[in-house]
């Protein structure tokens, strides 16, 4: 996946393009999960792999396409009707978006400081990026030159 | 304005009167620390998680936050949630994708505005140019809805004519922005955040109580329109998911978030400033969703009578149904909104002027801190005269503002830190067509030549756009692998 970020991003966007068009709702949610995750992927990819940040890509990935779908069928089964019942406060399918689709994805960020320290960021990456810093060179001449 | 709710009363006057005179404080606090354009622009790297975090998100949280969504969700119900629920996903996609490269751009190079980092990115002062450009135009559109709301806010607090009150706040947002830059920015936005969690969590429990918990509500709600309280609302689908999409990615590509994102301390910093953000933002799109709700609630059950307009949602909801404190505190977090989002656009035009744009063609400023001070007050007295003489531009660059960022910044910084593959052509050719597509669909839209179909938002298509051509024609220009194109040092920024 991580190798073919930039297709997948191209192919995703095109095809959320199409769905507006013809009006394919119900399946622009799908393309705009593909979207997210890889979009996250490229953020979390170390030298092609994902590490530890893969398993939570998967879960990301797959919790989005069960809550939006689950919120689909649940607003096909009493499209305009007045709610049959009501689920902490709210209509079914409603309930699912404010508990669902916008509380759960909190964890996400949960997720990225869990595995900082040993995937987001090391210390000899840190090493790296000082040896090769313009910032550190550029001290250095003003140094020489003094 | 007409219908504009007045409440000066002595305890929202004492409570605005002390939030200003903070606001002041910090300015002249901050003024004997800003030295270099390092202190004015991105804070000399001083700041720990809580402000950085708490800062990102209320620069995001505008007065729209609090006056149009509530107002949103009064007319069409459930559909504008998708805006501001997206942030709760937004801001750790930001910090996978961002945190990370800005704070390390940072630390090898001497990167003060995002086209410093594009320039640096992409080895060419072309695309920093178009970025600071893209930058200008967002930023005077935004900037001069600011100056509009702040006069709607200061008519409301204080009873006074809207351009004195707008002319006051903007006084006062121009002195310590000027006084401090960015660093007394990002603690009054500290501050300012503070408040608003505060207001609006306090605001959704006194919604609860007044509406008879949320079940009456939206039985209340749905009883005159069962959309209203569907999980798209009473507005087309594709209008909430495009919505959804737009504002998710997005955030990453607003540079008044992302350019926090250099300011920390060290990158360790940044572990946590995800999720704080993102709670952050949740609890204020509480208010968001609460207050549109229970006084639409209130309308069908009889209670109150219809509004005239549902911008004044919030402020009617306030005037008549909170206590004073509660509404002064409101008023004071709706201040805050509009300063805080305010000092950032300033701190971001005046670096496009001073630093961006003339190093785009290879000038360099000479004290750019004395220059950056003119320019924020030159800024000011521009968007001034726009928001009070030009309103048909501002009401279109106002619209524009997030797409607009959002289709610039995000295939070119956003993908671009992240994917070895983007072309310094691409950048420029992908901020362009962002740039045109945004205007060109909102002024048609406007006129009524051409509606994009199915209600989908115009932001959405234009940054799905720029992505398009951002990623083909670097497909085009170069091969898996190849990253000759890169500086060492920039190349060890994207693969870390």
Known sequence: MVKYSGELLLAASLGMLLCIWLNWWAVFPLLMILFFV???????????????????????????????????????????????????????????????????????????????????????????LEAHSWKRKEKESIGLKG | MSGVPIFNTPVTLSIAILYLLVCLGIGVWSYGRTKTAADYF??????????????????????????????????????????????????????????????????????????????????????????????LFGVLGYLGTQVQAMGVVMQTIFGIDLVTGALIGLAILTIYTMMGGILAGVYTDFFQGVIMIFASVGVFLWCMNVGGGMTNISHNVALADPKLMGPWGGMPIMTALTWYFLFAIGNAGQPHMATKLYMT????????????????????????????????????????????????????????????????????????AIMSTGNSFLNLGAAALVRDIPQAFGKKVENEVFWARLATLGLVVVSTFFALYMKTLVALLGVFGWGTFAAAVVPVVVIGLNWKRGTA????????????????????????????????????????????????????????????????????????
């Open chain 1, 38 to 128: 890889v979009y996250v992927a490229m953020g979390a990819e170390r030298k092609g792999k994902l590490g530890p940040a893969a398993p939570i890509l998967w879960v990301m990935g797959i919790g989005y396409v069960i809550l939006f779908y689950l919120l689909i069928i649940l607003y096909k089964a009493n499209p305009t009707g007045m709610p049959k019942s009501y689920f902490l406060g709210f209509p079914p399918a409603t309930a699912v978006l404010v508990y669902g689709i916008w509380l759960l994805p909190l964890l996400l960020g949960v997720a990225y400081a869990l595995i900082f320290d040993k995937w987001i960021i090391k210390a000899e990456d840190l090493n790296r």
């Open chain 2, 425 to 496: 052509t691409a950048a420029i050719a992908a901020i362009i067509i962002g740039l045109v597509a945004n205007f060109a669909l909102e002024i048609m839209a406007k006129y009524n030549v051409y509606k994009l179909p199915n209600g989908a938002v115009v932001g959405a298509v234009a940054v799905m756009l720029a992505i398009i051509v951002y990623l083909a024609i670097s497909m085009i220009q170069k091969k898996h692998d190849d990253d000759s194109d890169l500086d060492q040092d920039i190349k060890e920024v994207l693969e870390a």
């Open chain 2, 265 to 336: 301390r060290d990158i360790y910093r940044l572990k946590w400033g995800g999720f704080v953000s993102a709670v952050a933002y949740a609890l204020c799109a509480l208010l968001w969703m609460s207050l549109g709700l229970t006084m639409r609630s209130l309308v069908e059950s009889g209670k109150h009578a219809p509004l005239a307009n549902p911008d004044l949602t919030a402020t009617t909801f306030l005037m008549e149904y909170t206590p004073e404190v509660l509404a002064g505190i409101v008023l004071a977090g709706l201040m805050a």
């Open chain 2, 42 to 135: 991105i804070t000399g790297q001083t700041i720990g998680l809580w402000v950085v975090s708490i800062a990102a998100f209320s620069a995001i949280m505008s007065g729209f936050g609090f006056v149009g969504g509530p107002g949103l969700t009064y007319k069409f119900g459930t559909s504008s949630l998708w805006i501001t629920f997206a942030q709760a996903v937004a801001f750790p996609m930001a910090w996978f994708l961002l945190a990370k490269r800005m704070r390390l751009m940072a630390e090898v190079r001497n990167v003060l505005s995002l086209p410093d980092a594009v320039a640096a990115r992409y080895r060419s002062n072309g695309a920093r140019f178009w970025m600071a450009v893209a930058l």
